[in-house]
């Protein structure tokens, strides 16, 4: 293992939880024990809560994030993914905004490294127009904290297995094979593996 202890926190909503997965690891699982397979001493924290919508995790992100690995170890980081319930649920723009402004600003204030992600693509093509202006909008909030966005749409290049998981079982969550496919985009994503190796 490298000498680094780093400390990690996942947050999000059922994505990130990794609902309809029946290995119980997400994508977020599975970047955890393919980092430690590499050597990386990582510790990761899932804190996914299905339902939520960003103004949901933002509510919470502090205290559950400082309860984990504040104090704790030498590097500490946050990844942060939502949206999806934002759009399903009609939730304002600005509301999304300022969730994420409220969580980058936080880790800011912390020294925790942050790592923003888009949301996977919703099923609903009526959705697409209001999905692509949330995503525009946290890029630029990101930018702001100087945090990496990584767009995740467009990272996964293949997403057939993804929505042919989801259609054989709730309509909206794959199963392994669509979360393996964000944990690979996500582990290859030049800014995580640079930081892991800093």
Known sequence: ?????????????????????????????????????????????????????????????????????????DRHGVVICFGANDLYLGRPLGESVQALQGMLQWARSQDFAAFVLAAPPL?????????????DALVHVSADFAAPFLD????????????????AGDGVHPGAEGYRRISAAFETWDVWRDWLDG
């Not at 309809?20 to 690891?25: A, K, R, T, V, W």
């Not at 009526?126 to 949330?134: G, R």
């Not at 990272?155 to 042919?164: K, L, M, P, T």
């Open 152 to 167: 995740l749409p467009a990272a996964v290049e293949d997403w057939s297995a993804w929505r042919a998981e989801a259609l």
């Open 123 to 135: 099923a609903e093509a009526s959705l697409k127009i209001q999905q692509d202006a949330l995503k």
């Open 1 to 73: 293992m490298t000498a680094h202890d780093i400390r990690v926190c996942f947050l999000g909503d059922s994505f990130t939880l990794g609902t309809g997965d029946d290995s119980g690891l997400g994508w977020p699982g599975r970047v955890y024990a393919d980092e430690r397979r590499r050597g990386v001493n990582l510790t990761a924290y899932n804190l996914g809560i299905r339902g939520q919508t960003g103004a949901q995790i933002a509510e919470r992100a502090a205290g559950e994030v400082s309860a984990r690995i504040s104090e704790r170890g």
